[in-house]
């Protein structure tokens, strides 16, 4: 299942990253993210796209006050749109899945040669209601979710009953692809019973900072 964040991230107001942990922590950090993210925070969103090394992350940051509502830190949540992630989504949806960012595909459960064609219709893919055809199969393509200039979309063979496999995706994969985004913070800290010790440390290490914070 792919519920808990690639990197967490412990990081102070200008940057600095305090601890990371996580599949991907370390890419995390060599990347400098939080820096990155620090020098962004005047967006004002909670939901972020960035580039750390060479995987695309979506970000939720999670601002941590102190009882006067000051913030002291962030903790940032992130989630690799990676091959990992379109294979997650294939199997929850039972459909093709592919990320693509402005005209850039990052990854697709796609064959090379649908992934391929894919790529030269991405210009004016969205231009049109009309099925696409990949690899001499024509499919139905609708966005689950938008960040940016990010898309994650739903590919239906259009010879397999694309309607209903989309009806599904609309019920069941868009709350998931949108909306577990919302809820990873929640599930840091209710969930840590059912984390790796690798989350259960970044936990841990964000209570002892705060509290130090607290006593200065």
Do not use: M
Request: proline residues 2%; aromatic residues 4%.
């Amino acid at each position: 299942h792919r519920v808990a964040p690639d990197a967490v991230a412990l990081a102070d107001v200008d940057g600095e990253t305090l601890a990371v942990a996580g599949r991907l922590g370390d890419t995390w950090r060599d990347a400098r993210a939080d820096a990155r993210l620090a020098r962004d925070s005047n967006t004002g969103d909670a939901n972020r796209i960035i580039d750390a090394g060479s995987t695309l992350f979506r970000v939720v940051r999670v601002p941590l006050t102190l009882d006067d509502g000051s913030v002291v830190g962030w903790l940032d949540l992130g989630t690799a749109l990676d091959a990992g992630y379109a294979e997650w989504l294939d199997r929850t949806a039972r459909v093709r899945s592919a990320i693509i960012r402005g005209t850039t595909l990052v990854a697709t459960t796609l064959t090379a040669a649908q992934a391929a064609d894919l790529t030269r219709a991405l210009p004016g893919l969205f231009n049109s209601a009309d099925p696409i055809t990949l690899g001499g199969t024509d499919y139905a393509a609708r966005d689950i979710a938008r960040l940016g200039d990010v898309r994650i979309v739903a590919l239906g063979s259009v010879d397999e009953a694309a309607a209903s496999a989309l009806a599904r995706v609309n019920t069941g994969l868009g709350a998931l692809a949108g909306g577990i985004f919302g809820i990873l913070a929640a599930k840091v800290f209710s969930d840590t019973n059912r984390r790796s010790s690798s989350h259960d440390c970044a936990d841990l290490v964000c209570r002892h900072w705060i509290a130090e914070k607290r006593d200065t």
